[in-house]
């Protein structure tokens, strides 16, 4: 069985929680490790299934909490960009001693953007790029979500209502009360995350994304669920990289979690060919 263990890493924000899981000593170990970053307002289990799959494999993999999610650290101050979340992983990985080799990067939602902005600005340190729900958006596209998905609507409040309201909201992205340990623990990472939700999301919707993904260097395949709130966009993706295969899988905005086996099986087609 796969073994995920915990560690944190000194970073300029304090300290970064990650998990890893390496290739087991018996199996012929890849060349290139894989990183899998979290959307918000998750956390780094939500890469547990993907890791558990990889690291018997031949992939060390690494999964980090971002700045003010899981156990990681909240940020010194307010982070004025996606580039300073690009810029403090890619010190992470200089950390971890996995950034000369390359890393074949996974990102969820935030996650993905945050990967297009290390594949850009960090180049050499990104071998591949796969991205599980795109957001690639226009500027007005992007101001529109900015409406609902920017103020935090789960802040503390005296009588515990929130705590509550987190659960309905996480329900409701995508995750039916029949999966109540998927729920609860998605529903503790959103209340802990309530401030840095925010923090990211003020960055995201300000990425010009359709000119970023446009310059990405690596190879690049998007999965996605119809059911993702991102689905609508994926016309953009399209029609900017032609060149990028995007594929199906299941689990509505939880993709991770409830798409492991779909995901699996486009992202390893793609990892075999860029391999080769």
């Known amino acids: 069985m796969t073994s995920i263990k915990k560690a944190y890493a ?7 929680h990650y998990l890893y899981a390496l290739a087991p000593k018996n199996v012929e170990k890849k060349s290139h490790p894989m990183v899998l970053l979290h959307m918000s307002a998750s956390s780094a289990f939500s890469m547990a299934s993907l890791m558990k799959v990889y690291a018997p494999h031949g992939y060390d993999c690494y999964a980090p909490d971002m700045p003010g999610f899981g156990s990681s650290d909240d940020p010194l101050e307010k982070p004025p960009n996606i580039a300073w979340y690009a810029n403090l992983y890619a010190a992470l990985f200089e950390t971890l001693g996995i950034a000369k080799v390359g ?11 945050i990967g297009i902005e290390i594949a ?7 071998s591949s790029l796969c991205l599980i729900g795109p957001a690639i958006m226009s500027a007005s596209e992007r101001a529109e979500l900015r409406k609902s998905f920017f103020e935090p609507f789960n802040k503390p409040v005296a009588d515990g209502s929130h705590l509550l309201k ?3 909201y996480v329900a409701d992205e995508g995750i039916p009360t029949t999966e109540l340990e998927l729920l609860q623990r998605e529903t503790l990472d959103h209340i802990r995350a309530w401030k840095g939700r925010s923090q990211i999301y003020d960055c995201v919707w300000e990425q010009d994304s359709q000119k970023l993904v446009k310059i990405v260097g690596c190879p690049m395949i998007a999965v996605l669920a119809r059911d993702d709130i991102l689905w609508s966009y994926i016309g953009h993706l399209k029609d900017i990289r032609p060149d990028v295969k995007i594929c199906e899988c299941p689990g509505a ?5 409830r798409g492991t086996e779909a995901i699996v099986e486009h992202l390893s087609e793609f ?4 391999e080769a």
Request: charged share 10%.
């Open 10 to 16: 000194d970073s300029s924000i304090g300290q970064i």
């Open 103 to 113: 890393v074949h990067l996974v990102g969820h939602h935030s996650g993905g953007v």
């Open 120 to 126: 850009n600005l960090h180049p050499t340190i990104i």
């Open 166 to 168: 987190t659960w309905h």
């Open 253 to 257: 905005n939880f993709e991770p979690d």
């Open 271 to 274: 990892l075999t060919t860029v």
